[in-house]
């Protein structure tokens, strides 16, 4: 069959959401925010809660986060975002609030705001975004970043007597009470994507049910800051940080 | 079923970072070397008959400059 009989309205399977708007994303190539963007995006559409969703965007490279999706934004001070939404979801209980934070802003900076408006319970949802490293200032440790990876800070790879160990935030945030949905998740392949999509979704959905903080995880790559391509940052991804950061659901409630 | 499918690739948008190739199950794609207004290689149908629009690497595709189309035969 020739390929413009198929290119036809009527046999559209999968494309843009309305929901991204039509600036090219500053992201790097293959970076992970712009998939997790565009299933966030996805929910959003698939739910119809456009004009009800307001994102906190943080401070690292998913700053710009407002100029990509057409939702209302406000925008937190370094590792405040979980602080924000907690007033924001207070004063408009009829809203979806969700943040959007590097793990830089949230399991650095932010560890103070984000511990306790998760055992505070309020009904909001956190999306952690981790690359083990912080991506926009060029690559230095963070407190995610593996034992023995190389980053700019760490030229001889992470020593655990000079740096201290990899931070496990999701593990310790599904410790509270607080929380009812509490899951680690990927963007890597096609299936990572669409797991990832539902659990936001029921994130999403949990937030309006009054059942607490939902946090998901989604462990992703920084080929820029890690210095090797896209193709092969899943693949050391998929190496070695699954090891230590295991994917699934770590409460549901 | 079989299907055909066929892909839309917004070249301009595209940074050519190649996730969604290894992620083809048919080998239909591939990146191109001519470059983009950016310098980017970016993506094309190189094996329009392999593509039975499975939508993977719309689904992967951080910039979202894919858009699927299917078909059965």
């Known amino acids: ?253 | 079923m079989a299907t055909q499918g066929a892909i839309v690739v917004d070249k301009e948008r595209c940074k050519g970072c190649g996730v969604c190739v290894v992620n083809c199950p048919t080998e239909a794609i591939a990146l191109s070397h001519e470059v983009n207004g950016k310098g980017y290689n970016f993506l094309s149908l190189v094996n329009p008959e392999k593509c039975i629009g499975c939508a993977n690497c719309a689904t992967v595709c951080p910039d979202s400059v894919i858009t699927v189309y299917r078909v059965k035969i």
């Open chain 1, 1 to 253: 069959m020739d390929i413009n009989e198929i290119i036809k309205p009527e046999n559209k399977v999968y494309g843009k959401t309305p929901i991204l708007k039509d600036n090219i994303l500053h992201y790097c190539p293959g970076c992970s925010h712009g998939v997790v963007h565009k299933i966030i995006a996805e929910v959003i559409e698939e739910m119809g809660i456009q004009d009800k969703t307001i994102g906190i965007s943080p401070v690292g490279c998913s700053v710009f986060a407002y100029n990509y999706l057409d939702i209302d934004w406000q925008q937190a001070a370094h590792g405040r975002a979980p602080a924000l939404a907690t007033a924001t979801k207070r004063l408009m209980p009829d809203k979806y609030v969700f943040t959007y934070q590097g793990d830089g802003d949230l399991a650095s900076i932010g560890t103070a705001e984000v511990m306790h408006a998760c055992n505070r319970g309020e009904n909001i949802v956190i999306i952690f975004i981790n690359n083990a490293i912080y991506g926009m200032t060029g690559g230095q440790m963070a407190p995610t970043t593996l034992l023995g990876q190389v980053t700019a800070t760490t030229p001889y790879g992470r020593k655990a007597e000079l740096n201290g160990y990899p931070l496990k935030i999701t593990e310790l945030i599904a410790q509270l009470e607080g929380t009812c949905y509490v899951t680690r998740q990927s963007v890597q392949n096609p299936a990572a994507v669409r797991k990832t999509k539902k659990a936001i979704r029921k994130a999403f959905e949990n937030s309006m049910m009054k059942k607490g903080t939902s946090f998901v995880e989604v462990v992703s790559t920084c080929n820029s800051g890690w210095k090797v391509p896209p193709v092969q940052a899943n693949k050391w991804m998929e190496e070695n940080m699954f090891p230590f950061y295991p994917l699934g659901d770590m409460k549901d409630r």
